[in-house]
């Protein structure tokens, strides 16, 4: 059966909420660029998705206190907070900067061993919590980061209702925020949220697969040192120059009682279908080891050949077939995060959902 000629059967969460966040571009290397993480994204992924017969759920609120099962409540009480104490501050009508951007970073070169105190001035403060300049706040960031943090939610507790797979159209993507920072265009961690939310119904162990075209160093974070969510990644290498530079390297394989439920599989600029194939088929050998009972797909799609942002050159059949080795594993929450060449994005998420059902449906 295919989901191209049948009809594609994944419920899409969903909430309009995520159109509201509109970070304006990002500032690279001291110049603010367009940006690629544009609300059109995710109405282009909706329009395929309905075109093809799936059914739109919408994304139901959760509390605040549902987020700190993966944040620091200080990082949620900022992100919430710092678009009204940034306006407030003046930084919008007297110094004509009509987004959140940091410009002094406490790291560990800075502090030389103290600790981080909290800043006074609040263009001080945003650097404590965000670690680049390519993740801007405006006006209705917060709302769009709340409720794609409700869609994955949503999307994990619809698997203990008997979905055996669900799709979050999530915006502003979330992999690269960890426990108490946000970068990366991402806030707060939707799929590291799911993965909770699946321990929390009764999955004893959880696996997170990603395959957006960066390592997710901030769910790594989250799960460095835990043995009951797996984390594997299969990304452009880091130490081929790619974000996120610091991390995702194939020595870090978790720590302490999390030892060996880490896996990064980077791999080189170039790498097309069968190489990036190869990995994937190996991440999935890991989870059948790891005995997870529930799976968090992070489905970025950036790894594709026309995307702006990443050198990788898969195509949407390598997507496919993605979706079906993953699908064989068990239950699967997918979790929307990059994915930047509009013209073909619908197509590459269409591809990997279907390749989902079609490996849920095989014997
Ligand atoms: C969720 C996700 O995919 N985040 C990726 C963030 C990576 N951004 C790196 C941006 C580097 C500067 N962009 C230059 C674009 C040139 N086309
Ligand atoms: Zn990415």
């Known amino acids: 059966m295919s989901a191209e000629a049948d009809g594609l059967d994944i419920p899409v969460v969903w909430s309009e909420d995520c159109l ?134 949503t999307a994990a507790e619809l698997i203990a209702t008997g979905y055996t797979a669900t799709y979050a159209l999530c915006r502003p993507p979330g992999h690269h925020a960890g426990p108490d920072g946000y970068g990366g265009s991402c806030y707060l961690n939707n799929a590291a949220l799911a993965a909770e939310a699946l321990r929390q119904a009764g999955a004893s162990r959880v696996a997170v697969i990603d395959i957006d075209a960066h390592h997710g160093n901030g769910t790594q974070a989250v799960f460095y040192a835990r043995p009951d969510v797996y984390y594997g990644s299969v990304h452009v290498d880091p130490g081929a120059g790619w974000f996120p530079h610091y991390m995702g390297f194939a020595a870090e394989r978790g720590s302490g009682p999390g030892a060996g439920a880490n896996r990064n599989l980077p791999v080189a600029p170039g790498t097309g279908d069968d190489r990036w194939l190869a990995a994937v088929a190996r991440l999935c050998q890991d989870v059948q080891r790891h005995g997870a009972e529930a799976i968090v797909l992070s489905l970025g799609t950036d790894a594709a050949i026309a995307d702006p942002e990443s050198p990788l050159q898969v195509t949407a059949a390598g997507y496919r077939a993605a979706g079906e080795l993953i699908g064989g594993l068990g239950p699967v929450t997918a979790v929307q995060e990059g994915g930047y060449h509009l013209p073909t994005l619908g197509e590459y998420v269409l591809a990997t959902l279907a390749g989902l059902q079609s490996g849920q449906a095989a014997p």
């Open 20 to 153: 509201l966040h509109e970070p304006g571009g990002e500032v690279w290397l001291g110049v603010q660029d367009a940006g690629t993480e544009v609300p059109e994204r995710a109405t282009v992924i909706l329009r395929a998705l309905r075109d093809a017969g799936a059914p739109v759920l919408p994304a139901s609120r959760h509390a605040i206190a549902d987020l700190h099962s993966v944040h620091h409540p200080d990082l949620v009480a900022h992100l919430a907070s710092i678009w009204a104490d940034w306006e407030a501050g003046g930084y919008v009508s007297e110094y004509g900067r009509d987004r959140v951007v940091p410009y002094v970073f406490p790291t560990a070169a800075m502090l030389a061993g103290l600790p981080a105190r909290v800043p006074a001035a609040t263009h001080g403060r945003v650097g404590l919590y965000c670690y680049d300049t390519m993740t801007l706040i405006g006006p209705g960031s917060w709302e769009a980061i709340r409720a794609a943090a409700d869609a994955a939610l």
